[in-house]
Nanobody, 121 residues
Framework: QVQLVESGGGLVQAGGSLRLSCAAS????????MGWFRQAPGKEREFVSA???????YYADSVKGRFTVSRDNTKNTVYLQMNSLKPEDTAVYYC???????????????WGQGSQVTVSS
């Protein structure tokens, strides 16, 4: 069992930056692929980024070059550094733990509660 708690969301102006953190409980954190997803009002949950246990990364085209995912297995934490934020990045951001580095939410077993990110124009 893995429990995930996100933090670091908030309100920022367009062009600004935020860093989300996702702290995981459990001794097997390092074995999981960790994903970030987001969901805007009235829209489906969409893939943002993911990082494998060896540090390999995967990004959605919409955030490539602006967002950076990383993990610290000694702290059981995964991060999402978001730069050059745009109003269309506004959403609730979720971290998730799963067995595969894939962009499909149904392939992830554990989810955090979500953190609101709002980007004003």
């Amino acid at each position: 069992q893995v429990q995930l708690v996100e933090s670091g969301g908030g309100l920022v102006q367009a062009g600004g930056s935020l860093r989300l953190s996702c702290a995981a409980s459990g001794r097997t954190f390092s074995r999981y692929a960790m994903g970030w997803f987001r969901q805007a009002p009235g829209k489906e949950r969409e893939f943002v980024s993911a990082i494998g246990w060896i540090g390999n990364t995967y990004y959605a085209d919409s955030v490539k070059g602006r967002f950076t995912v990383s993990r610290d297995n000694t702290k059981n934490t995964v991060y999402l550094q978001m730069n050059s934020l745009k109003p269309e990045d506004t959403a609730v951001y979720y971290c998730a733990a799963g067995g595969s580095l894939v962009p499909r939410p149904e392939r992830y077993d554990y989810w955090g509660q979500g953190s609101q990110v709002t980007v004003s124009s």
